[in-house]
């Protein structure tokens, strides 16, 4: 067990900060891991403890302690501004460090990042210290991104694969028309979750605080129909994510949108996306007149990424989701509210990847079109 030289005992104002810097997502991950070093030390963890919990090394923990207890908090939370230029690096260490980008992350982490890079340089003796700007310049000059994962290098390239991306990029490309609108379809499971104690209120001088603690109330899936073009999308929440949960779904949308001629639905393989669903919810009869409004263009298999509706998701996660919600009612509530507020403002998507990118990184030729 590694002796603690510096002890970090946090003042009740210093607690309070830390917390709140803490929950909120607007920080740098490396502030994030130094504000929980803190944190954790102050509630008596070794070295070694607080090192498996954040995933770093006991020197990086050390560092920390050291910053707060002989230069305060704030210097032991950020980084001193340094003048001039990044440390150089020579050929060799540029070498050693693009070599540990190009191997596998460390166990227990699903991807390298800078401040891993960093503090493995430092552990592997490639450096005795480096921020992580050297590494970044380093990286970008050789167009290496480890922490990214693009699922479109990964699928083997058979013809379906390429014909069901032509066709949903083909329909991107497509001018805008109201009487045929296309419409990315897509769903979101998420916990429901209510405070065990009630939330304590901002002060001045002191943020709101929410207890660590929190009691499940299942889950729910949000269904999302985003209409890109229009600056339009419609939320649809359900207990489940059924057959009959996505023809009520499909039912929604084509009264939403009564009087198009043709519905383009944009929406990935799942096996609840299909005909079935609404002939085994509504009968052959009524299947069939909501099929007439609708056409599908199915995204191929690990080609989600073509469908528009998982960019509006992400957004919706960051600004309407990413808190407790106990129950059904509440999360409706608030998805509309969120949506209301999307669709006055007419927010676009502004969808970059043509069937001209696709055949160029791809090596497609001109045959596919």
Not at 133 to 144: M, T
Not at 172 to 183: D, G, K, L
Not at 219 to 245: I, N, S, W
Request: hydrophobic content about 30%; charged content about 35%; proline content about 5%.
């Amino acid at each position: 067990m590694t002796y603690k030289k510096y002890n970090v005992e946090l003042k009740e104002e210093e607690k309070d900060y830390l917390e709140h810097f803490t929950s909120t997502g607007e920080r740098s991950a490396r502030d994030m891991r130094r504000a929980r070093t803190l944190l954790l030390s102050d509630r008596g963890k070794t070295d070694e403890e607080i090192a498996d919990i954040l995933g770093v090394s006991t020197r990086t923990v050390s560092r920390t302690r050291k910053q707060y207890v002989t230069e305060g908090l704030e210097q032991a939370l950020h980084d001193k501004p340094r003048p001039g230029q990044p440390k150089k690096l020579s050929s060799s260490q540029e070498a050693q460090i693009i070599a540990v980008a190009c191997s596998d992350p460390p166990e227990g982490r699903k991807r390298w990042t800078l401040e891993l890079l960093r503090e493995r340089a430092i552990e592997n003796g490639i450096v005795d210290e480096i921020s992580t700007e050297p590494i970044r310049i380093l990286l970008k000059e050789h167009d290496l991104k480890p922490w990214k994962k693009k699922m479109w290098c990964i699928p083997e390239l058979i013809d379906e694969f390429v014909e069901q991306m032509m066709d949903v990029l083909e329909l991107y490309e497509r001018p805008y028309n109201e009487t045929e609108p296309i419409v990315c379809l897509d769903e979101k499971s998420t916990q429901l979750l209510e405070h065990s104690r009630e939330p304590l209120p901002m002060k001045p001088g002191r943020p709101k605080r929410i207890d660590s603690e929190y009691v499940r109330k299942g889950t729910a899936t949000a269904f999302l129909m985003v209409e890109p073009k229009a600056g339009k999308r419609y939320t649809f929440v359900r207990k489940r994510r059924t057959k009959k949960d996505y023809a009520l779904c499909l039912e929604k949308l084509v009264e939403r949108y009564y009087g198009a001629e043709r519905i383009h639905v944009v929406q990935d393989n799942l096996n609840t996306h299909s005909e079935d669903s609404l002939v085994e919810t509504f009968g052959e009869e009524k299947a069939q007149r909501i099929m007439n409004c609708v056409e599908f263009h199915f995204t191929p298999v690990h080609g989600s990424w073509l469908n528009m509706a998982e960019i509006e998701i992400g957004i919706m996660e960051t600004e309407c989701l990413g808190r407790r919600l106990p129950n059904m009612k509440a999360l409706e509530k608030e998805l509309k509210a969120w949506e209301k507020r999307r669709n006055e403002r007419r927010k676009m998507i502004n969808w970059r990847f043509s069937r001209e990118d696709a055949r160029k990184k791809f090596n497609l030729g001109t045959r596919h079109n």
